[in-house]
């Protein structure tokens, strides 16, 4: 497993900053949900759900999974 | 005791017969105070002609996003702004995933595709997933890849595929405010394959998506004429980016009254809680479905979003004396 740790600058949820706001709506989403947007740049990542657990890879900051 | 509820008595508990449109709406409208009446009658229904088992069963995404079609609730529509993005599953991975699976207890795994329907890569794809399935795994593998040709439908088959997916989604008066890309009809084709093929026929739908009551209902009577082996219960759980993104989610008491009215119409389908529950029911109401006509569940998580731990479902089955069915009763 590949874990790149990244400053979080955007919301892995919506996308938006996540240092301007926060975002209880989307923390609240993600408990059943896996995210979609890079934490560190942004960019939509590869996400393939699971029967148990995920895989989410962005193209820059690697593999994260859950 | 409202009418309806002793007609269902008599007629779907007493003598198998599940209530037309009429009583289906019936149910669909009874009041707050009547809803236990109705589960429980519709767990006695269940209890009576499927018995205490339930089917377990978990599901992989084998091909995410992209999808050609406008579905208006569906994330994996590559038409709109969904933030979920096309990705294939390889077959060693797609059989680690029936492994996972058949280690809850699971006797069936449906391995899906976000297509119109599939091309020769992809059934190239299900043919050599399905045999390394078989190979490895003691669980039986169904498969959703959309609308299907007859020589299409005849390689499934052929594959071992004992059970095809396809959902009507909604009734066919509120089907073209879902889906433009294609018809209701075209769907109802496919399953009409599907069903003259002897593959066993799972076909549920979204409730809601906007539809009325009565469009619930009929969509439930709908249902019944096609007589599904399975009908998949899901409740709409709107998704960023979806034209349905910003639509309420279906209230508890009538995803219940949903519930109680679906197995009152089919009472020897199965009837599978399967995506949205989590939110529309949460844990209290899961367990009220599962009192009030419920007879399978999709354990683990779904295509693109993420349910309950299979231990929950699992160890609520047995609080309340369910048993999963064995796979040897389903061969």
Known sequence: MTTVTTTELWCDRCGESATATAHPACASARELEPPRFCPGCRRRMKVQVLPVGWSAVCVEHGEIRG | ?331
Request: proline content about 5%; overall charge negative.
């Open chain 2, 1 to 331: 005791m409202p009418a309806i509820l002793d007609q269902a008595r008599t007629q779907v508990l007493g003598d198998g017969v599940g209530l037309d449109q009429a009583g289906i709406l019936a149910v669909l409208n009874l009041p707050d105070e009547h809803l236990p009446a109705a589960l429980q009658l519709a767990h006695d229904v269940r209890m009576r002609w499927c018995g205490p088992e339930v089917e377990v069963e978990g599901i992989v995404s084998l091909k995410t996003g992209g999808c050609p079609e406008d579905c208006h609730f569906c994330s994996q529509s590559g038409l709109f702004t969904s933030p979920v993005r096309s990705v294939y599953l390889d077959i060693p991975s797609l059989v680690e995933a029936a492994k996972q699976t058949a280690k809850t207890g699971a006797t069936e795994f449906c391995i899906v595709a976000a297509v119109r329907g599939p091309d020769a890569r992809l059934m190239k794809q299900m043919r050599e997933g399905v045999a390394a399935i078989r190979a490895e795994v003691d669980i039986q593998v169904a498969a959703s890849l959309g609308m299907l040709t007859q020589e299409q439908v005849d390689d499934l088959v052929d594959m071992g595929v004992h059970r095809y997916n396809h959902n009507l989604e909604t009734c066919k008066s509120y089907f073209p405010n879902v889906v433009t890309t294609h018809s209701w009809e075209e769907r109802w084709e496919t399953l009409r394959m599907v069903r003259d093929s002897g593959m066993e026929v799972c076909c549920g739908g979204i409730l809601g998506l906007g539809e009325t009551v009565e469009q619930r209902a009929e969509f439930a009577a709908q249902l019944a004429e096609l007589a599904p082996h399975e009908v998949p219960l899901n409740f709409l759980n709107p998704r960023p980016g979806t034209p349905l993104g910003d639509r309420p989610v279906v209230e508890g008491k009538d995803a219940l009254r949903a519930i109680a009215a679906f197995r009152l119409a089919m009472p020897r389908t199965i009837l599978r809680y399967a995506g949205g529950r989590e939110i529309t029911l949460g844990d209290l109401g899961t367990r009220d479905g599962l009192l009030g006509g419920i007879n399978a569940v999709i354990v683990g998580n779904y295509l693109t979003t993420l349910g309950r731990p299979a231990t929950a479902d699992l160890d609520l089955l047995a609080e309340l004396k369910m048993p999963v069915k064995a796979l040897s009763d389903t061969l």
